[in-house]
């Protein structure tokens, strides 16, 4: 059986193993790593948050402990713009553009290399749910109107992808026989108060569980303790949490 992606054919390995009649994990567990890139990390950064350089060191120690398979996913989240549509979005309003396709400020900030099943997802808005919204921008690079027509996507390469496939399909295929309750979702990254908080507003829609490492995210207004304050009232069942690196680290090793 095979996925359709956006231009290329990918045969998943869960999806041959449901085939051979393999059963299904009965959970399975993602790392999204939330936009952790120069422009946001870095002091020089076009849109840098303040006190997130101080989230670097810490994260590559938490990535340097979870790449033993940890994860059955481990979902690196790029804030990705173009100069040629920039203008024309809502963020222009709000930020100078940054994290710009192929610049040092669209770089990853931590170390994700010898990370097991890594996978990317690109977005030009502060949600990783939504679409691309504007068509016909004009490039004449013809790698970057690629990047551009592969947001919202998940990839195994941002640069040159071989694996392309529709966000929703992927997490489908991923999961075939269960519903999104099945889904664990450990999340670290920034900003708290704006890109991480609708990714898990859109993970808790789905019926996932989520954890936030909330020492390794960083707010520009609200840090995740806030965020977690806010919508804890609504899921007293339990599906959302935030820890320390530490003791999420320590449960690791007991679990």
């Not at 979870?66 to 990705?80: K, S």
């Not at 713009?81 to 222009?92: D, G, Q, V």
């Not at 010898?114 to 690109?122: E, I, K, V």
């Not at 640069?159 to 075939?176: F, G, S």
Request: proline share 4%; with cysteine; glycine share 6%.
């Amino acid at each position: 059986m095979e996925l359709i992606g956006n231009t290329h054919t990918i045969a998943w390995h869960k999806v041959l193993n449901t085939k051979r009649g393999l059963k299904p994990m009965k959970k399975i567990k993602i790392l999204t790593v939330g936009d952790m890139q120069n422009g946001f990390i870095q002091e020089d950064g076009n849109l840098y948050i303040t006190g997130a350089r101080d989230i670097i060191v810490p994260t590559n120690y938490f990535l340097s402990h979870v790449r033993d398979g940890v994860f059955d996913v481990i979902l690196i989240i790029l804030d990705t713009h173009f100069a040629e549509e920039y203008s024309l979005t809502e963020e222009s309003k709000m930020f100078p553009i940054h994290c710009e396709y192929g610049t040092y400020d669209w770089e990853l900030a931590v170390d994700v290399s010898g990370l097991q099943n890594t996978r990317f997802l690109t977005k030009n808005q502060f949600t990783m749910w939504g679409d691309n919204r504007l068509h016909d921008i004009p490039f004449n690079d013809p790698q970057r109107k690629t990047a551009y027509d592969n947001l919202f996507h998940i990839v195994d390469n941002p640069y040159n992808p071989t694996e392309i496939a529709r966000r929703d399909d992927y997490l489908e295929v991923l999961c075939p026989d269960c519903d999104s309750s099945c889904i664990e979702v450990t999340m670290i990254g920034v900003a708290s108060d704006y890109c991480n908080r609708y990714a898990m507003e859109g993970w808790l829609d789905r019926g996932a569980y989520v954890t936030i490492i909330q020492d390794l995210t960083k707010g520009i207004e609200k840090e995740t303790p806030q965020i977690i304050d806010e919508y804890r009232p609504h899921h007293k069942d339990g599906r959302l949490r935030s820890v320390v690196s530490a003791e999420y680290l320590r449960e690791l090793v007991y679990s």
